[in-house]
Each structure stands twice: as C-alpha cells, then as structure tokens.
C-alpha cells in the first residue's frame, strides 16, 4: 500500500509544482522535467532513477504508476495532450493493468489515465470513460478507502468536463468516504482536491463553493499539513481564493493574498504565470487596462520561458483567454480579434479538433467582441450559429447526454452576447428549449433554471409578462434558499425584483423595507463585510427611490455609502462608480448644492473618459452634462470649449456633421453667444444649424423648427444692423407659419408673435435710416460733451473762415 509521505499529483488545474515537497519519495530530477523529447533508452534510464529513489519500505503500488506519471507529465509540458492519451491508453494494454491484483494499484493508474483524458479537453471522450469505465472501478474500489478516493476524484474530473446533472455527486461520495477515515492522508488528499475543484461555472451558489473551499483548507490544515508541507495544494487553493473569491476581499487583503502566492510560486515555475495573469486581471479591473497589459505580457512571456520555449500550449492558450478580456475593457476590440484568431489556430494545433470546450470559450469570446463593436454586429451572430453547431454535435454524440448539461451551460453563455444585440427572439428561443431540457432533467428548482430566468427578464418587452416573470423568479429564488439552508447571492438580488414590483404597484415605502432588508442578507452573506458588492446595486436602487419621495439628503446619503463600497472594491474606475456619480451630480443640483454638483459632474466625466476612450459616445454623453451644467449656471466662458470639443468629437466618430446631436450641440453654442451678444458667431452657427436641418430632413421641409430657426437668423441680422436681410428672414418665417397654423396652433401662435415682431423691425430700421438722412451736424457730431466741445469750436471756426472769404470778394467787386 501507498505510505502516508504519498506526493500530490492528479491535478487537474495546476500541472506543475514550484517546489517538490521534500518528503515526496518519487520526485523527478529536474534534468528530466526541462527535456522536450524522450527516446525509449531515455524513458527505461528515467524509469531506472525513478524506482532506485523508492526508499525500501515503499510498496510496489508505486512501482507501474511512476513510469507513467513522469511521461505524461513530459508529454502535458510539451502541450502533446492526445499523444499523452493514446501513450496512457498503450501503456496500460502493454502492462496488463487490468490483471493487477493490486486494487489500489490499478486504481491510480486509471485515474492517471483519466487525468490524460481530461487534459484533451474532448467532451465526448470524458463522457464515454464516465459512462462505460468509471462503475467499474467504483465495484473494484468498493473495500478500499484509498482506492475509492483515487475513482472519486477521477470521476470528478470527467463530470467537470461533461457537466452532468448531479453536478455534487463527487464532492458527497468523498465526504462520506472521509467521515469513516478522518485521518487516512490519501483520503484527505483528494477530498481536499475535489472540494477546491466544485463546479464554478453558475450551477451552484458562490457561497457554497466558498464553503467547500473552507473545508478543504480546514483539512488541509489539521491533517496534510500537520504531516508534510504540502506546497503544491497549499498554493492550489490560494490561487483558487484569489482567481475565484477575489471580490470578497478588500483592494488590501487582495493584494496581500497575490503577494503571498507570488512567493509561494516562485519567479520561475509553472504557477508563476497563472499568478502574473491574476495581477493583470486584477489592475485590469481597477480600471488599469495599461497596467493590466503589463502583467499580462509577462506572465505570456514568462509561460513560454517555463515551458522551455514552447509556443502553443493550455496555459499559454488560457493566459490569451484573460489578454482578450482585457483588451475589452480598453476597448481595443481590433487587437481583441487578432488574439481570439491567435487562440483559435492555437488550440486546433494543440487539441487536434474544434470540438472541445477551449475551441467554444473562444468562439464566444469572438462574438461577445463582435457584438461591441459598431457596425460589426452581425458578425457575431455568425460566429455564434458556428459554436451552435459545435454545441448540438457533441451534445447529440454523447452516450450519457440525459445526464448531462452541458449544452445549457454553453447556451447561457450565448444568450448574455444575445441580450447585448438586442436580439430578445434569440434569447427567447435558446431559453425555451434550455429551460424544456432543464425541468425534464429535474432541475426546475435549480440555480442555473434562476439564471435563465434572469436573463429573460432582462429581454422581456410585454409589461404584463415581466411582471409575471418577476414572480416566478422570486418564488423560485425562495425554493432555493430552503434547499440549500440559507440566501444566496442571486436570491438576494430577486429582493430588488421585489422590491421593484412593490414600486409598479405604487408602494415605495414597502419597496424601501424590501431593499433594507436586502442590505441585512448582503451583510449576513459576507459575515459583517460592509465592502461587499451585493451591497451596491440595493443601496444605487434605494437613492432612487428616496430621489422619488424627495428625501435627497437621504437619497444621497445611500448613494456616497455607495460610491464608498465600489471604490474599497474596484478602486477609482469602475462602470458602478460612473453611474453612482451621474445619480449624485444630478442629486446635488436638486439640493442646491451647486459646488458639489459641479465637482461630481467633472469627476464623471474625466472617469468617462478613461473607461470607454475620449473619442465615444459615452464620453459624449458626460461631457454634454457637464456642458448643459455650466451653461445653466452661467459659466458661460467655461461652457464654449465643452460645447466646442462636443462638436469636435461628435463630428470624428460620426463620420460627419448631419446628426440631429450636432444640431442640438450647434444651437446651444449658439444660444451661448446670443446671450454674450457675440452676434455674428450665433449667426454663423445658426446657419450651420438651417444647413444640417435641411440635410437630414429634405431641402423642400417647411415645418415650425425650420421657422423658428429663420426666425433666429432674422433676430441675429437686426442685432448686426441689417436690418432688410433681418425682414426678408423673418417674412419667410411668417410664411411657413402661416402655411402651418391652419393645423397647428403653436404655428400660428408664432405667426402672431413674429407679426408683431416685424412691425418692430420696420420702426427700428426706420430710426437707423434717419441717422443717414440729417444735417451734417446731427449726423457726424458725436454724444459725448468732450467731442461736442471740440466739434463745435471746430464748426465754428470753419464758419469764421467762411465769412472771411465773402466779405474779402465784396470789397474786390467794389
């Protein structure tokens, strides 16, 4: 039998230790991990080392498993997965496994086997071990613990693969399997692996993972580690804490976490990427996208380092999985795509075919791409009627397909790239045949049905249905806190969905103690941890609702507690953080607090800017509020570079200027100038306004806009003195009112306005005129005593001369 000093292998994440724990008895030289390729006399030398380092109380059951393991750990580095299968599956017939008397033995040996298959990442193949192989070994295992353990955990491996229905079914087998042997360390092993491997994938609650994961670290604790130092699995599930659980941590505690598993790792091992893509994800989701490159590059460069130069290998294909995320969020979406083309040569070079679960990982992540990008939507659609196909193939071949759910779980995934397309028909479809599939499976009382919920909710049009789904939703949500003896997280988010039902029936105060109480089971939910994010969108929800009854200290009150939580858990930029400002800067002009409201306002807009780009239409948006803000409190001066840079960049990404936002923006520049007198710049730009008008609505359009808009020019030529341009402008004005007011009673409002308002013009330009029609004296002689007094003494003098002159030709004629 194995000795308790056994080495942690069968990992099915992790594939390399920084670090072999010293009391392992059958560690490999490090010569022999860094080669690329073995030849036979290679693999009989190796094998020859391997069994001269078993100690002599060491039992044979080491004696087949060894040689195996250290060639498919060769075969995994060199990213050779199906020749490590087909090697798995030759040496077994070779050996005879199957003869072995040694039950335990043959157990490992299988679940090394099964450990290839996993690593294919053929869905079809873990389904057929499951289903033709795994029931066997469980009757062969039945008197022996370790065995037992050994199956268990390959058998977890698999349904990780298949997603098969009884999706806890490992993790109870091997509970009860260790309460009747507490101590035996095998056991303990793998009870601890496969709790830190439970399904993450959405199948059940977060909170249950977290609280399988505290088991395995308990155990860990007091029984593996009280033997040996079991690095490789101590740093398992610090990376599982930190990759999974990060945002139940503060940005400080997070950090402290990664620091520990960076040291854990090492500068150089095969862990030491994964870490380095942690703290990409980490910075990436803080809102430093450059940051988040950075690390992200190292840990790819470091990745091929490790593996020896290797360039196309699992982890190096999982490290661009997070690269293409990021480049997401920095909405780089071009240099996105060349990395999912990247992935996708990869992983048909690495696994041989597109029938695997990385090949659709990819595939989705191309269409969510697609399906951000303007003007490339339908691509997306394209790209997701591929992976379908993908999908309903392996579904339709797997021999234990009514076990599995495989398909749904894919199919949710389709569905969120659906909601972003607006396409509530697809969404509409994909869920009626998931949740059909889901319910004849048994699990209509299950958390991913709740997701599906969820996500018809969201596409829902009909207001009668919504409400109806909204019902369902809570009173399944409510089923599923009995089940699992406590509330969880999307529970906790259906008491918003309460609490909005409360607000369409007209009860705001019952939708408030719904919210209040939501804030308790978040709080309950994170042990007292008020920087949860569960916290966030009930207190966002209660701002509005206080916003509503006019209680906006309250309201704003909630939303600063708010705006706290997301900056202890996301850092300065967040999406959360941009709405929660855009909700205060609103709120502090209704509280007259203008100095805080013009701070939020700039605040926003510069996080804008650094979320989605300065050249987008969310940027736009923020920077017009900010624009209208100091408009409306007369900052005039401070307004005009906001509206000029508006229009600048409204301008670049549309391509143009004929959009009826370059009109708005036109026009309120425009009012702008008016209002500081700057009469021949409003005029420019009110006819800048005519010219877009007419572009997007017809040359021939005659309608109450158009008029006022002429009605303007005319206004903006008589404050220039021009008076005929200002009554031809204004009589065909008058024109188009009158031709409207017939039906329209605002048009013919205006017309008797304007009517008025030419008699004035015409009385005006008179008294202009008269100014050119006096004497020369009423004319030229200027207002001001000073210039009266010089001009007349000047007059005066010319007069003299005047008089001079005559009187000097009298006494010549005489």
């Known amino acids: 039998m194995e000795s308790q000093n056994q080495t942690l292998t069968d990992d099915p994440k992790i594939e390399e230790e920084h670090k072999q724990p010293q009391a392992e008895q059958d560690n490999v030289s490090n010569e022999h991990s860094q080669k690329h390729e073995l030849t036979p006399g290679q693999d009989n030398q190796i094998q020859q080392e391997d069994r001269a380092k078993l100690t002599q109380n060491t039992s044979d059951v080491q004696s087949l498993y060894l040689p195996m393991k250290v060639k498919s750990k060769e075969l995994f580095k060199q990213s050779r997965y199906i020749e490590a299968l087909e090697f798995a599956q030759q040496y077994m017939k070779d050996n005879k496994v199957e003869e072995l008397k040694d039950v335990e033995?043959?157990?490992?040996?299988?679940?090394?086997?099964?450990?290839?298959?996993?690593?294919?990442?053929?869905?079809?193949?873990?389904?057929?071990?499951?289903?033709?192989?795994?029931k066997h070994y469980f009757d062969l295992a039945q008197d022996n613990p370790r065995a037992k353990a050994r199956i268990i955990y390959?058998?977890?491996?698999?349904?990780?693969?298949?997603?098969?229905?009884?999706?806890?079914?490992?993790?109870?087998?091997?509970?009860?399997?260790?309460?009747?042997?507490?101590?035996d360390l095998v056991v303990s092993k793998f009870y601890v692996k496969i709790l830190v491997c439970s399904p993450k994938d959405g199948v059940i609650e977060l909170k249950q993972c977290l609280q399988y994961l505290n088991q395995a670290i308990k155990i860990n604790n007091q029984v593996l580690n009280k033997e040996n130092n079991y690095k490789k699995l101590n740093l398992k599930i610090l990376l599982t804490q930190c990759k999974h659980f990060s945002h139940l941590y503060k940005q400080n505690d997070y950090q402290n976490l990664l620091s520990q598993a960076m040291r854990d790792a090492g500068t150089k091992s095969m862990n030491s990427p994964n870490v380095l893509f942690l703290m990409a994800d980490f910075n990436s989701k803080k809102g430093d996208q450059e940051k988040g490159i950075q690390y992200i590059n190292r840990?790819?460069?470091?990745?091929?380092?490790?593996?020896?130069?290797?360039?196309?290998?699992?982890k190096i294909i999982g490290l661009l999985f997070g690269k293409i995320q990021i480049l997401n969020r920095k909405k780089a979406f071009a240099e996105s795509l060349q990395v999912t083309e990247e992935c996708g040569e990869m992983i048909l070079k690495v696994f041989g075919n597109d029938e695997n679960q990385y090949f659709l990982t990819n595939l989705n992540l191309k269409a969510s791409i697609y399906a951000d990008m303007k003007g490339e939507e339908y691509k997306a659609e394209d790209v997701m009627k591929n992976a379908s196909k993908i999908i309903?193939?392996?579904?339709?071949?797997?021999?234990?397909?009514?076990?599995?759910?495989?398909?749904?779980?894919?199919?949710?995934?389709?569905?969120?790239?659906?909601?972003?397309?607006?396409?509530?028909?697809?969404?509409?479809?994909?869920?009626k045949t998931c949740s059909k599939e889901l319910m004849e499976k048994g699990l209509e009382y299950s958390q991913i049905k709740l997701g599906y919920d969820f996500l018809l909710l969201q596409v829902q049009q009909d207001p009668e249905q919504a409400v109806q789904l909204m019902e369902n939703v809570v009173k399944l949500s409510d089923k599923i806190d009995q089940q699992q003896g406590f509330k969880g997280s999307l529970s906790i988010l259906c008491d918003?969905?309460?609490?909005?039902?409360?607000?369409?029936?007209?009860?705001?105060?019952?939708?408030?103690?719904?919210l209040q109480e939501t804030i308790k089971m978040s709080l309950e939910y994170f042990d007292g941890n008020e920087d949860n994010e569960?916290?966030?969108?009930?207190?966002?929800?209660?701002?509005q609702i206080y916003t509503e009854l006019d209680k906006i200290p309250q309201a704003i009150q909630a939303l600063i507690r708010a705006e706290k939580i997301v900056k202890a858990l996301s850092g300065e930029i967040s999406d959360k953080l941009l709405d929660i400002y855009q909700q205060l800067s609103t709120l502090m002009v209704f509280d007259q607090k203008f100095e805080k409201a013009v701070e939020y306002t700039i605040i926003k807009t510069e996080l804008a800017g650094k979320i989605h780009g300065q050249q987008s239409e969310q940027y736009c948006q923020h920077l017009e509020d900010q624009a209208a803000l100091f408009t409306q409190m007369r900052w005039l001066e401070q307004a005009i570079p906001l509206w000029e840079k508006l229009i600048r960049i409204t301008k670049e990404i549309n391509g143009g200027e004929n959009s009826q936002k370059m009109i708005q923006f036109y026009q309120a520049l425009a009012e702008i100038f008016i209002v500081l007198k700057k009469n021949t710049e409003a005029l420019l730009l009110t006819?800048?306004?005519?010219?877009?008008?007419?572009?997007l609505n017809g040359q021939e359009v005659e309608?109450?806009?158009?008029?006022?808009?002429?009605?303007?020019?005319?206004?903006?030529?008589?404050?220039?003195?021009?008076?005929?341009?200002?009554?031809?402008?204004?009589?065909?004005?008058?024109?188009?009112?009158?031709?409207?007011?017939?039906?329209?009673q605002a048009a013919k409002r205006m017309h008797g306005v304007y009517t008025m308002e030419r008699i004035k013009f015409v009385r005006e330009k008179k008294e202009y005129d008269k100014q050119f029609t006096k004497p020369i004296l009423q004319r030229v002689v200027p207002d001001t005593p000073l210039k009266v007094a010089i001009w007349t003494t000047v007059l005066a003098s010319l007069a003299g001369v005047a008089t001079y002159v005559i009187m000097k030709k009298r006494e010549a004629s005489s």
Do not use: W
């Open 154 to 183: 390959a058998q977890s491996i698999l349904e990780v693969r298949v997603h098969i229905v009884d999706f806890l079914r490992s993790i109870n087998q091997i509970s009860e399997l260790h309460k009747s042997h507490p101590n």
């Open 687 to 695: 006819q800048k306004v005519i010219t877009i008008y007419k572009a």
């Open 392 to 431: 309903d193939k392996i579904h339709g071949s797997l021999p234990n397909k009514q076990e599995s759910i495989f398909n749904c779980i894919f199919y949710m995934e389709q569905c969120a790239n659906y909601i972003k397309l607006m396409r509530p028909d697809k969404v509409q479809k994909i869920y």
């Open 496 to 514: 918003q969905i309460k609490a909005n039902l409360k607000i369409k029936e007209g009860d705001l105060q019952g939708g408030l103690d719904v």
């Open 105 to 134: 033995q043959r157990c490992q040996i299988f679940a090394r086997y099964v450990k290839c298959v996993g690593k294919t990442q053929s869905i079809l193949k873990a389904s057929q071990v499951l289903v033709t192989e795994i």
């Open 534 to 543: 569960l916290l966030v969108d009930p207190l966002i929800f209660i701002g």
């Open 299 to 314: 840990a790819l460069n470091l990745a091929k380092e490790v593996l020896d130069g290797l360039s196309a290998h699992k």
């Open 703 to 744: 309608d109450q806009s158009l008029g006022q808009l002429i009605a303007q020019c005319a206004f903006l030529h008589k404050n220039l003195n021009k008076f005929n341009d200002a009554i031809s402008l204004l009589d065909e004005a008058l024109r188009i009112f009158k031709k409207l007011q017939a039906t329209d």
